[in-house]
């Protein structure tokens, strides 16, 4: 298996763009996870589906993130519009769902908006 | 809530030398604890877990102890090797479950040949 696989794995981009992150999970796996890991608040739950639904996105920021899970294959997170402070790493994360206690990371997209 | 706190990083050691990296946790009720690492341009692997008060994690020469009564998971490996540097963290999960993982802030291991 590819594992979770994510891209763009680097994304840089002015400030006021849109920017798309895209994941696709391990097959099999119906649960899928957005974190976000920075230096000043490490790791962060910001979205997670199971089935393809939005079970908990209280962690996402605010408005100007959205996350959509159209199929059990793919997943986005969307940020419009971006601001320097959204710089970070974004992780995806998948489980085959139910009470798993592992998660399977993708490698990351590193986000620099300047 | 359930908060992690690590050991402030970087530590940095010899190859060889004795590794310990402390965890301590705050939760309600019989969490599951965890460690994993992140290699330099990699997402985070799981390392090893432990369920339930007095277990011993392990995994790749790692080891970690579930201790209820100092509520802590500490991180040992007795020889590290240069193959071993990579940022470790500690989480916790309330359920039990991947979607409640709560995350320490991690500890960069650098280790010197």
């Known amino acids: 298996d590819a594992g979770v696989i994510q891209s763009p794995r680097h994304e840089v981009t002015e400030m006021g763009q849109e920017v798309t992150l895209r994941c696709k999970p391990i097959?099999?796996?119906?649960?899928l996870f957005w974190y976000r890991q920075t230096m000043m608040r490490g790791l962060e739950l910001l979205i997670y589906?199971?089935?393809?639904?939005?079970?908990?996105d209280s962690g996402m920021p605010e408005d100007r993130f959205s996350a959509k899970m159209p199929n059990a294959s793919f997943s986005t997170l969307k940020i419009q519009p971006s601001e320097p402070r959204d710089s970070a790493v974004y992780f995806c994360?998948?489980?085959?769902?139910?009470?798993?206690?592992?998660?399977?990371f993708g490698q990351g997209t590193r986000l620099t908006v300047v | 809530g359930n908060s992690v706190t690590q050991m402030e990083g970087p530590v940095t050691l010899s190859e060889e030398a004795f590794l310990t990296i402390n965890c301590t946790y705050t939760?309600?009720?019989?969490?599951?604890l965890f460690w994993y690492v992140q290699y330099p341009g990699e997402g985070l692997q799981l390392l090893l877990k432990?369920?339930?008060?007095?277990d011993k994690g392990s995994n790749k020469g790692f080891e970690a102890t579930y201790r209820k009564e100092t509520t802590s998971f500490h991180l040992e490996k007795g020889s590290v090797q240069v193959s071993d540097s990579a940022v470790y963290f500690c989480?916790?999960?309330?359920?039990?479950?991947?979607?409640?993982?709560?995350f320490g802030s991690g500890t960069q291991l650098t280790v010197l040949p």
């Open positions: 939760a309600t009720g019989y969490p599951s």
């Open positions: 589906f199971n089935n393809n639904v939005p079970i908990d």
């Open positions: 994360a998948s489980t085959p769902g139910g009470d798993v206690t592992e998660a399977f």
């Open positions: 989480a916790l999960s309330r359920s039990g479950s991947a979607r409640q993982l709560t």
């Open positions: 097959s099999g796996h119906n649960s």
């Open positions: 432990a369920t339930k008060a007095d």
